[in-house]
């Protein structure tokens, strides 16, 4: 393609040569004009005389060249296609003496190269006065002159030539001398001084002429000289020349001082008047500046610089006189020889620059024209470059050469070349010149984008931060500015049916990718990304890249216990055989974590179990097993917390209980809601130490500020006189001691276990796991020995109906200084059931009271009132007041024991009476203050409405163990 494209551009160049030829030969145009023209002065239209579209000067470029020129004179307007004068033209300046003078030029056209010569003829004016070279000149002629004789004058000097020059001489009327007008060989004319009279000293020893000059032109112009004659004696003899024509061969640029002849006349007269000396006769402004002569010897010297390219020869007249005045005239004629002086100038006239990288070879770049100023074989120039770029000269018409290219041009290869041009003409010896050209390259957008890889993967761990970057993509476009700036964007595409712009955004002008949301591992682990490369040329050219992302998985998702379900509306119970043997498999816990890799390894642990040494687990396999073989002493009953870690970082872990019933058929198994454990979680009980304790200081503070204000009073005051003693407001360190552990701990830990599935929904309260701790069914007495069972609080909230019991006899009449308080014995129970209580061996019975919601409060009044009750004191006594027959309404079925204030109305004490306020009458009975060591209650088994003949069973053999 690119070879045929070279073809096709040489037969266009060859077809424009030859054009070219044509109109040289045939279009020459040639232009008079006279000298002193103003500039911007029309002398011509070109585009007329040539045939010429002037609409298309601009765009074909075309100027005017001047041979050899210093100056430019000439110039065309690419407007109108006319020559117009530039610089004012100056014929005498420009062209001297000579009868021809032009200017000559090149009328240039490219594209294409189209060459026209122009030769403008500058025509003289009569713009200069004829001038003589001195204001007077002074003749001696001796009396003894024969009549008839001849004496030159010297001829005054005209720049103007032909016609304008001088052509007419008139001299002062006199008695002695007429003027005779001569024609010198090279068309000059000057005057001769002729003597008419014969001269006589005695009656006349001067006498003085005025000469005129006059020129041709129109209008004439004239000048004058004064001759002045002095008449001396006889003189016979005038010097003589050797030759009357000398003619000399003067090399250019001879040094000052150098002779350039000789000139020799002789005079036979002996003595003064046989002395002869020389001066130039008639010579030009320039030659005089080059030359002088030696009066005495005769000799031409050389003292200015003599230059062949400036004029090619001289003409003066040197004249020889006597001491008499006699004189005679001679010629020399000074040719000047051309030396290899001058080397060659590079001339650039068309110059394309920048070049479009995409050019054809063969494409013309620019136009070089080479001059040398020397004659000959000294003119004849070479013209070459160097070797090392794809550019190369043809030789066009007459010095001209062309600049084309060779080969293609790859700006991200080369951008910019330094073409050095040489001239070497033929003189010797050879002289040479070179000239330096810089030609950039403009880009063309022919490379797009590439990236530094061929494709990209990111990791980014899951649960990442939006906004945060992903990764970086980069590519790099060789072509320059625009051409070269890379714009980053997404193909769209969908990841999961959803744009992939809702998932990452790139920046487009770093390449940075960014996370727009959160990723989640466990709905995609990866997607691709495909990231377009544009850049800004005209047309764009894009490249595009795929880009992997992959999502790391993070420990973010907790086991999930696939089995036993999670507490749902049914208990999941395994049973065990009693037989089981050590190994035995009793149930799986099964468990899975939707994270992977290590994050998803789990690993199986028993938190708590009634009996630690009962079961173990698979650390692996979640398999649960019998440690031991089952015993007839382990309890039926058996919880295990099971605790499911994975191993992530931090690793995270799920618990589940595991429900055991030791029993061989389902016969024998209780109700299942009372599986209950002891502990759920230590951070409740923490909780509930730190809620009671913050509440009891603020209470003990608010009861200190009223105590105080109490007894400041002057009177103090009860609502009811009596002769019973106001406990003092002081309160001591320690309220008792049960067995040096002081006053009540802060250990208590509740469990709440909701049963699903069943007819009812028991909430109950355990006592404290501590054993330090003061059980809530003793008295605050010391009881090293025995520790009665911890109460149980059942409190029914699905599938019964409580109904509201009648007020239970709740005071009694004690010893002075007793009544009940929060160190008595309690038992609540609102239910006749059997419960099953893990920290016994036996069932727990119904209360020996046999009501089934009795209360029965013993034991002597260890401390001083609290603050609750001193405000239950207070609030009943303002309501009996207030209300002749106080009825209170029955206690509520849950009670919190020491912690929890029930209504106030049934707790009233009534300060200086030893009776407590009860809303039955009946039950107002004397009970006698224990003496004596604590002793604890008995329990008495009352028949239970629910009991079936298998809880009968196992009771009866519980009681027997």
């Not at 682990?525 to 495909?530: D, E, G, P, S």
Request: hydrophobic share 35%; charged share 20%; aromatic share 8%.
């Amino acid at each position: 393609m690119g070879y045929t494209g070279f073809s096709v551009f040489t037969f266009l160049f060859r077809l424009a040569f030859c054009h070219c030829l044509m109109r040289i030969s045939n279009g020459d145009l040639s232009y008079s004009i006279p000298e002193e023209m103003k500039r911007g002065s029309v002398i011509g239209n070109l585009v007329k005389d040539l045939g010429l579209d002037a609409k298309r000067l601009s765009g074909r470029k075309a100027r005017l060249d001047m041979d050899g020129s210093r100056q430019r004179y000439c110039d065309i307007n690419v407007n109108t296609g006319e020559l117009i004068v530039a610089e004012t033209i100056d014929r005498e300046e420009l062209c001297g003496p000579k009868v021809s003078c032009s200017l000559k030029y090149e009328l240039v056209l490219e594209k294409p190269l189209e060459l026209h010569r122009i030769n403008v003829q500058v025509q003289d004016i009569n713009d200069n006065s004829p001038r003589f070279p001195n204001a007077r000149i002074d003749l001696e002629i001796r009396e003894s002159a024969d009549k008839g004789a001849r004496y030159p004058l010297d001829e005054p000097h005209d720049s103007d030539i032909g016609l304008n020059g001088i052509q007419s001489y008139s001299l002062e009327r006199n008695a002695y001398f007429i003027l005779d007008v001569q024609t010198s060989s090279d068309g000059g004319k000057y005057g001769e001084l002729v003597l008419e009279k014969e001269l006589d000293r005695e009656q006349q020893q001067e006498v003085t002429l005025l000469l005129t000059a006059v020129d041709g032109g129109t209008p004439q112009r004239s000048g004058t000289v004064v001759i002045h004659v002095t008449v001396l004696d006889a003189n016979d003899n005038k010097p003589v020349f050797s030759q009357t024509v000398y003619k000399v061969r003067l090399p250019e640029n001879s040094p000052t001082g150098t002779v350039v002849v000789a000139v020799s006349a002789s005079d036979e007269d002996e003595g003064a008047n046989g002395e002869v000396s020389y001066e130039f006769n008639r010579i030009s402004d320039k030659a005089a500046k080059l030359f002088s002569i030696d009066k005495k010897t005769g000799e031409i010297k050389v003292q200015g610089p003599i230059d062949y390219e400036e004029n090619t020869e001289y003409e003066v007249r040197v004249q020889a006189k006597d001491g008499s005045g006699l004189a005679g005239n001679a010629k020399v004629m000074i040719e000047i020889t051309d030396l290899n002086d001058n080397a060659p100038v590079i001339l650039i006239k068309s110059f394309n620059n920048p070049i479009p990288e995409n050019v054809l070879p063969g494409t013309e770049v620019g136009i070089i024209n080479v001059q040398d100023e020397d004659s000959e074989g000294n003119r004849q120039v070479r013209c070459s470059i160097q070797q090392n770029v794809p550019f190369k000269l043809n030789p066009s018409i007459k010095n001209y050469y062309s600049l084309i290219t060779t080969g293609e041009l790859d700006r991200e290869i080369i951008s910019d070349y330094n073409i050095t041009i040489t001239a070497t003409d033929e003189g010797t010896p050879p002289l040479s010149s070179s000239k330096t050209i810089n030609l950039s390259v403009s880009d063309v957008n022919d490379n797009p984008p590439v990236f530094e890889e061929q494709s990209y993967s990111a990791y980014v761990t899951e649960n990442n931060t939006p906004g945060s970057s992903i990764c970086s993509v980069t590519a790099r476009d060789p072509d320059w500015r625009q051409n070269g700036t890379v714009v980053y964007s997404l193909l769209p595409s969908e990841v999961n049916g959803v744009p992939v712009s809702s998932f990452v955004s790139i920046n487009g002008d770093t390449g940075v990718i960014h996370a727009v949301r959160a990723f989640d591992y466990e709905q995609f682990r990866n997607f691709k990304v495909h990231v377009v490369a544009r850049d800004n040329g005209s047309p764009p050219l894009s490249s595009n890249v795929t880009v992997s992302v992959f999502i790391t998985d993070e420990n973010d998702n907790s086991p999930q216990i696939l089995y036993p379900a999670p507490a749902g509306n049914s208990l999941m119970t395994e049973m065990v055989p009693k037989a089981a043997l050590a190994g035995s498999l009793v149930s799986k816990v099964i468990a899975v974590d939707a994270d992977s890799g290590q994050n998803a390894w789990l690993s199986y642990h028993i938190v708590k179990s009634i009996d630690p040494g009962l079961f173990t687990i698979g650390l692996h396999s979640g398999e649960i097993r019998a440690q031991r073989d089952i015993a007839e002493s382990d309890s039926m009953k058996q919880n295990l917390v099971i605790s499911v870690k994975d191993n992530g970082q931090p690793s995270l872990s799920t618990t589940c209980d595991v429900y055991l019933l030791i029993s061989d058929n389902l016969a024998e198994v209780p109700e299942l809601k009372d599986m209950t454990y002891e502990d759920s979680s230590k951070l409740t009980s923490y909780l509930i130490i730190g809620l009671v304790s913050v509440s009891t200081f603020f209470l003990t503070f608010i009861i200190l500020i009223l105590a105080v204000r109490f007894c400041r009073s002057r009177k103090p005051r009860m609502l009811f006189d009596g002769a019973v003693t106001i406990p003092s407001a002081y309160f001591p360190p320690n309220y008792a001691e049960v067995d040096g552990a002081g006053t009540l701990r802060s250990s208590y830990n509740y469990d709440a276990y909701l049963t699903t599935g069943s007819r009812t929904s028991d909430f109950k309260f355990v006592r404290s796991y501590n054993d330090s701790t003061l059980p809530a069914d003793q008295t605050l007495t010391r009881c090293p020995d025995t520790l009665l069972e911890g109460s149980i609080i059942t409190l029914n909230t699905a599938g019964e109906v409580n109904e509201q019991k009648p007020p239970n006899n709740d005071w009694r009449f004690t010893q002075q200084g007793q009544r009940p308080g929060p160190s008595g014995t309690y038992r609540y129970s609102t239910s006749t059931q059997q419960r099953w209580t893990p920290y016994s061996k036996a069932r727990a019975g119904p209360h020996p009271d046999g009501a089934g919601g009795a209360i029965v409060g013993t034991g002597p009044w260890p401390n001083p009132p609290t603050e609750a009750e001193q405000l239950q004191a207070l609030m009943a006594a303002a309501n009996e007041v207030s209300e002749a027959t106080a009825t209170l309404g029955p206690r509520y079925n849950a009670q919190f024991p020491m912690q929890h204030v029930p209504d106030y109305r049934q707790n009233v004490y009534i300060p200086g009476s030893t009776a407590t306020l009860t809303t039955n009458p009946q039950q107002m009975m004397p009970q006698p203050a224990l003496q004596g060591p604590p002793q604890a209650i008995p329990q008495v088994d009352v028949p239970n409405a629910a009991q079936t003949p298998a809880s009968k069973k196992k009771t009866t053999k519980k009681d027997k163990k």
